[in-house]
């Protein structure tokens, strides 16, 4: 989950692929042999791990905590295909970045950063600058060519469709729903 000059960049702040892919390894006395050493390419997010092991220790998740129980992904994965998110929505900021309120100045070294993350496309939407970013990520896995300007049909349906899901996955995790 750190770069190591890949696009340029070091660190952890940004939503390119090798920055917010981290491995998770799980041990779980509840899960079968069938699933013990198996790889799973869901989306589990940082939020999640609370609510996972709450739910192992058998303590209730409060309503408003943010995240999942992945549980559910080794202990029924079958039915959690149809239940587990698709996309997720991602943010590096320090408080508002276009006004400077509550900590992250307008213009910084470190710039804030929204995104929406799903598994055949990733949009990027830079505050400060107003920039967007889109990757088609099954036929550019290291992010390299954006996108965002092609005239092509289906980019512009892709982006449509990833602008209106960014626009209410942010307004839902910033109003402190669960995720």
């Known amino acids: 989950g750190n770069f190591h000059g ?30 013990q050493g198996t790889r799973n390419d869901d989306f589990v997010l940082n939020i999640d791990l609370a609510p996972t092991i709450l739910s192992a220790a058998h303590v209730p998740v409060p309503k408003r905590m943010q995240g999942r129980d992945i549980a559910q992904l080794y202990l029924n994965p079958e039915q959690a295909v149809s239940t587990w998110r698709q996309d997720f929505f991602y943010e590096w900021t320090q408080g508002d970045p276009e006004t400077g309120r509550n900590g992250h100045p307008p213009y910084s070294a470190i710039p804030a950063v929204f995104a929406l993350i799903r598994k055949d496309y990733k949009y990027f939407y830079w505050p400060q600058t107003r920039y967007e970013q889109l990757f088609r990520v099954e036929t550019d896995p290291y992010e390299e060519n954006d996108i965002l300007n092609s005239t092509a049909q289906t980019t512009q349906q892709a982006l449509q469709i990833m602008r209106a899901r960014y626009a209410f996955l942010k307004s839902w995790a910033q109003s402190g729903n669960p995720v």
Not at 22 to 32: A, E, K, T
């Open 6 to 35: 890949e696009h340029g960049l070091a660190e952890k702040w940004y939503p390119w692929e090798e920055s917010v892919k981290v491995p998770l390894i799980i041990q779980d006395p509840r899960m079968s042999a069938v699933s």
